[in-house]
């Protein structure tokens, strides 16, 4: 039996202010030669005929609008799995987490939270893993950056804007915008929570840096300190706040 294999190489290069970016697909690698395919055998008539090229194989199809848009949005998340959390860094802390990283536990924090009256546990975990997302092309800013509040809104609103544009619109975009905007306006009991999850994050964070690292990330206690808006957040805030203390 004759593998046949398709390797695709996909360019797009797309204006943004800023910056200019490419995206490259590059080739998946090559199956095993060893490795066996089983395929099972059915009855059942073709509802239509196979593409056949000049030789006689079968070609796979050409992908869809809704596929080739997905994996432009997805190349360019990629971004926040290698992009590191500015906070650390200017710490000098070894090994930073990503913003992907930061999200992601995030999440978990939305997934193991116990149900709370009028939230919705599920657009929590959904809000936690896009709230931080335009950052895939602005960066990490944080409050040292020198960036106002307003300047920071405008540059991650023309970010999103794009990325949406770049998924092809439709329900899931507007999904991603909507989640977006209002953990921005911090205008939902959801978005509430989620604030309170970003502080958490933060702070358990810096108590495993400072238990693995030796270092002194007192400052980013402080930040949070007093603003936590939820029940949940005041009592995960307490905990971390006591295992601290127990190390002290």
């Given at each position: 039996m004759r593998?046949?294999?398709n390797r695709v190489f996909f360019s797009k290069s797309l204006s943004l202010t800023p910056p200019h970016l490419r995206f490259f697909h590059l080739p998946a690698a090559a199956s095993s030669p060893n490795r066996a395919v089983h395929c099972m055998a059915d009855d059942s008539p073709l509802s239509e005929p196979p593409n056949r090229s000049g030789d006689g194989s079968v070609s796979a199809p050409p992908p869809s609008p809704a596929a080739s848009s997905a994996i432009d949005f997805l190349s360019l998340c990629s971004r926040l799995k290698t992009t590191a959390r500015a906070g650390w860094v200017k710490r000098d802390v070894k090994n930073p987490e990503s913003i992907a990283d930061h999200?992601?536990?995030m999440g978990l924090m939305a997934l193991?939270?116990?149900?709370?009256?009028?939230?919705?546990?599920d657009k929590c975990?959904?809000?936690a893993i896009v709230h931080d997302?335009?950052?895939?092309?602005?960066?990490?800013?944080?409050?040292?950056?020198?960036v106002s509040k307003e300047e920071k809104n405008r540059r991650e609103s023309e970010a999103l804007e794009h990325m949406c544009k770049?998924?092809?619109?439709?329900?899931?975009?507007?999904?991603?915008?909507?989640?977006?905007?209002?953990?921005?306006?911090?205008?939902?009991?959801?978005?509430?929570?989620?604030?309170?999850?970003?502080?958490?994050?933060?702070?358990?964070?810096?108590?495993?840096?400072?238990?693995?690292?030796g270092q002194d990330l007192e400052e980013f206690f402080q930040s949070t300190a007093g603003k936590f808006q939820t029940d949940i957040g005041k009592a995960w805030a307490l905990e971390i706040a006591s295992r601290r203390r127990k190390r002290q």
């Open positions: 593998n046949v294999m999200m992601y536990r193991v939270s116990s149900d709370i009256p009028s939230v919705n546990r975990m959904k809000m997302i335009a950052e895939a092309i602005v960066g990490d800013i944080t409050p040292s950056c020198g770049l998924l092809g619109g439709g329900e899931r975009a507007e999904e991603i915008a909507e989640l977006w905007r209002e953990y921005e306006a911090n205008a939902s009991p959801e978005a509430k929570v989620v604030k309170d999850f970003d502080k958490l994050e933060m702070i358990l964070q810096a108590l495993e840096y400072e238990q693995e690292q």
